[in-house]
């Protein structure tokens, strides 16, 4: 069954490729942001120095805007091309099921 099903997908490889890599990076985006903010946490509760503490959570949060941003492109480059794929595959199996049906009436 899936042998029949792979001839629909034929130059959509680069596009599934797209997909899970973006997936992969929307996770591990999402996967840091716990442990960064702990590390945040950690910092706060035990350095003396406003200044100091003050730089900290700045560039922690920095890179955590940063890490977002990123996870959000890659949810956004996943959403695209699994919806590019999806269409594309469906079209093609609708369209060769149409012909078939013709040709049976006809």
Do not use: H
Not at 73 to 94: D, E, P
Request: positive net charge.
């Amino acid at each position: 069954m899936v042998k029949k099903l792979a001839k629909y997908l034929k130059g959509l490889g680069w596009l599934m490729i797209v997909s899970a890599g973006g997936m992969i990076i929307e996770a591990i985006c999402e996967l840091l942001m716990p442990s960064l903010a702990n590390t945040i946490y950690e910092t706060v509760s035990t350095t003396s120095t406003p200044d100091e503490t003050r730089s900290f959570v700045i560039k922690y949060g920095i890179l955590m805007l940063v890490l977002a941003v990123i996870g959000l492109s890659g949810g956004l480059a996943t959403m695209k091309s699994s919806a590019v794929v999806s269409q594309r595959f469906a079209y093609r199996l609708r369209n060769d099921v149409f012909k078939k049906n013709k040709q049976i009436f006809i």
